[in-house]
T-cell receptor, first 115, second 112 residues
Framework: DAMVIQNPRYQVTQFGKPVTLSCSQTLNHNVMYWYQQKSSQAPKLLFHYYDKDFNNEADTPDNFQSRRPNTSFCFLDIRSPGLGDAAMYLC??????????????FGPGTRLTVL | SQQGEEDPQALSIQEGENATMNCSYKTSINNLQWYRQNSGRGLVHLILIRSNEREKHSGRLRVTLDTSKKSSSLLITASRAADTASYFCATDEIQGAQKLVFGQGTRLTINP
């Protein structure tokens, strides 16, 4: 089945130790998103790629970076995780032409713990 | 960022009853979507309603949209224990930087 896969599902890192979260999709969608979701809060968009074009949200900290080497894969790099970065990180995809803010397909998320 | 507001924040009902959740937003939109999130999981798209639509049905789900009031409601009929989840509305704003903005969500508990 076509889907969005995130690895790992659970990630534990130490304060200040770089960590990379990965997302892959078999949907062949043009757009990939990374959201941060803290407990009992709404998902917050960090950035998205439309094909190779990177779009960063104005309030996304510089500590967060992303790479999209090809259509299928997208990575979230947290260069120096702080305690406040502990959250669920959600990857999602969508495909125009309905408008690339139409239905999004989410992965199961990666729960990041920072010790 | 301008987020939708959802009401109530939490709702607990008995299995078989209907559940109604409301969402309000602040700016003009192209469409409004509802998503479900089971605990510790990703979001699952439920239904999309466009700004020129007033009502939409999908199985036991009924969504209404009132653009004059900038509000939407999600009705789940004949609720089941498996409907227990958080429900989020999401809007795309026509003006400014377009992005999908999620409300804070309604945490729905269906008691058997």
């Amino acid at each position: 089945d076509a889907m969005v896969i995130q690895n790992p599902r659970y990630q534990v890192t130490q304060f200040g130790k770089p960590v990379t979260l990965s997302c892959s999709q078999t949907l062949n969608h043009n757009v990939m998103y990374w959201y941060q979701q803290k407990s009992s809060q709404a998902p917050k968009l960090l950035f998205h790629y439309y094909d190779k074009d990177f779009n960063n949200e104005a309030d996304t900290p510089d500590n967060f970076q992303s790479r999209r080497p090809n259509t299928s894969f997208c990575f979230l790099d947290i260069r120096s995780p702080g305690l406040g970065d502990a959250a669920m990180y959600l990857c999602a995809t969508s495909r125009p032409p309905g408008g690339y803010w139409d239905e999004q397909f989410f992965g199961p998320g990666t729960r990041l713990t920072v010790l | 960022s301008q987020q939708g507001e959802e009401d109530p924040q939490a709702l607990s009902i008995q299995e078989g009853e209907n559940a109604t959740m409301n969402c309000s937003y602040k700016t003009s939109i192209n469409n409004l979507q509802w998503y479900r999130q089971n605990s510790g999981r990703g979001l699952v798209h439920l239904i999309l309603i466009r700004s020129n639509e007033r009502e939409k049905h999908s199985g036991r789900l009924r969504v209404t949209l009132d653009t004059s009031k900038k509000s939407s409601s999600l009705l789940i009929t004949a609720s089941r224990a498996a409907d227990t989840a958080s429900y989020f509305c999401a809007t795309d704003e026509i003006q400014g930087a377009q992005k999908l903005v999620f409300g804070q969500g309604t945490r729905l508990t269906i008691n058997p």
